[in-house]
């Protein structure tokens, strides 16, 4: 699949920057077009990204994929990928290759085997549809010609008729990922909208720190909500402050100086048991009680944090009621987030009002695409985001 070195460079019809999620599937669909299709990648191994997701497994899909599990400035921009090349298109991709997965929970669909799977079934796609892809690329700078676009880089000139920017977002930068999306489609007049981190673990202040220090490691089910955005699933305490699904999932709403509400007993009506526990149990320690609940070291946590009496008999209702609400509506500020560096997404970016939605095309320049993470479509935690990728890949794909 890697180009001969030609002394005259051709023109290819298309040219996609990043050789990751999106920029494959893209490649594979334009090339089956019969479109002569250039990939180009800066890394020295495609797709690292995939290979490093689901821990090694690739939860590659949701299967209940909708566009209500994605953000964006404008929520209805999703549509029209997701439905053009669903969940269900890219299963039977899958199980066109006899690669062989698992649901996980909650519609996260998983390979039994490795992330690498999927890597090889994308490169195979790209062989098959003779899409050539060079690695280890160093772009200095892309303009727009008379006759399409100029790549220009330390491996010599690209020139094609498209440009797909397929280079994700800056989160987790040691990858070598960047805003260098944004700079093109800055370059080309599009808006931005503000890049933040998303699906990333939030951070305490030294305080609540010290308060929770034992706490690392403890995990609970947890409805977390901000605002309207509410997640029933894990919560991690770590050692910077909160992680786990549930955390990472409200990260995506929450935004700085704002509480997020934690009920660490879902569906159980803490006061009443508590209330039950003080008739039947009126000796026991509120720290036994609260671990019927609760894992032990939150338990004592908690009840150390109420700083109430030790036996049951001697807490008042109002006390009682103050204990339930440290369970079952803890506000918590957090001080941040744990950034980039750990985030597995980027929420924002390419703004769509600049772009179609079915074809992912800029309105204003043609021939420029842009697809999966670097636009300002980013999914919930549980596959969504590749499903994007996938989709919006093969919708630019269809066009350019
Ligand atoms: P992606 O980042 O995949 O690809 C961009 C490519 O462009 C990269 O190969 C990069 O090197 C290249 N590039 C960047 N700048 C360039 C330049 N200047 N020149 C040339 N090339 C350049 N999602 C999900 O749905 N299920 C999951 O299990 C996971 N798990 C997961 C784990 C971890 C640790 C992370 C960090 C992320 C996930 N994700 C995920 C998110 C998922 O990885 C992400 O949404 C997609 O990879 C986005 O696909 P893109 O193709 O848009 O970007």
């Known amino acids: 699949m890697t180009e001969a070195r030609h002394p005259h460079p051709k023109i290819h019809d298309v040219i996609i920057l990043g050789a990751g999620a999106a920029g ?47 953000l964006s400035d404008n929520p209805r921009f999703c549509r029209s990928a997701l439905s ?97 999306g944004y700079k093109i489609a800055e370059q080309f007049g599009l808006a931005i909208v503000t890049p933040r981190p998303a699906l990333v673990p939030l951070t305490f202040d030294p305080a609540l720190l010290a308060h929770f220090k034992d706490l690392a490691g403890v995990s609970v089910d947890a409805v977390v909500s901000c605002g309207k955005a509410r997640f029933d699933e894990a919560l991690l305490f770590t050692h910077r402050g909160l992680s786990g699904p549930a955390i990472l999932q409200i990260s995506s709403y929450w935004r700085e100086g704002q509480d997020i509400v934690i009920d660490m007993a879902p569906g159980v009506d ?18 036994t009680a609260l671990s019927g609940l609760l894992p032990r070291r939150l338990a004592s946590v908690i009840a150390g944090g109420v700083g109430g009496p030790d036996r049951l008999a001697d807490f008042s209702d109002k006390l009682l009621t103050d204990v339930a609400a440290a369970v079952q509506r803890w506000h918590v500020r957090p001080a941040g987030t744990e950034g980039y560096r750990t985030a597995e997404v980027t929420l924002g970016g390419v703004d769509t009002s600049g772009l179609s939605s079915k074809t992912l095309e800029s309105r204003s320049v043609p021939g420029l695409y842009f697809i999966g993470e670097v636009v300002d479509v980013t999914g919930h935690l549980g596959g969504f985001n590749f499903q994007w990728a996938w989709s919006s890949g093969v919708a630019a794909g269809r066009y350019a």
Request: with cysteine.
């Open 84 to 180: 053009g090349y669903t969940q269900h298109d890219f299963i039977a991709l899958v199980e066109s290759y006899g690669i062989a997965w698992h649901e996980k929970t909650r519609g996260q669909l998983f390979c039994d085997g490795s992330s690498r799977q999927i890597i090889d079934m994308l490169l195979e796609e790209c062989r098959k549809a003779h899409a050539q892809l060079r690695l280890g690329v160093r772009i200095s700078a892309v303009s727009k010609g008379e006759d399409g676009f100029v790549v220009v880089s330390d491996q010599g000139e690209f020139r094609g008729r498209s440009l797909v920017v397929a280079t994700g977002g800056p989160s987790i930068p040691k990858m070598g990922s960047s805003g260098f």
């Open 24 to 70: 494959l599937m893209c490649a594979g669909v334009a090339g089956r077009r019969g479109r002569s299709v250039l990939v180009l990648e800066q890394a020295r191994h495609p797709g690292e990204k995939i290979r490093i997701s689901g821990g090694g497994r690739c939860n590659f899909t949701n299967l209940h994929t909708s566009p209500a599990n994605f």
């Open 270 to 287: 803490v006061l009443a048991a508590l209330k039950g526990l003080r008739r039947e149990h009126p000796r026991q320690e509120m720290v």
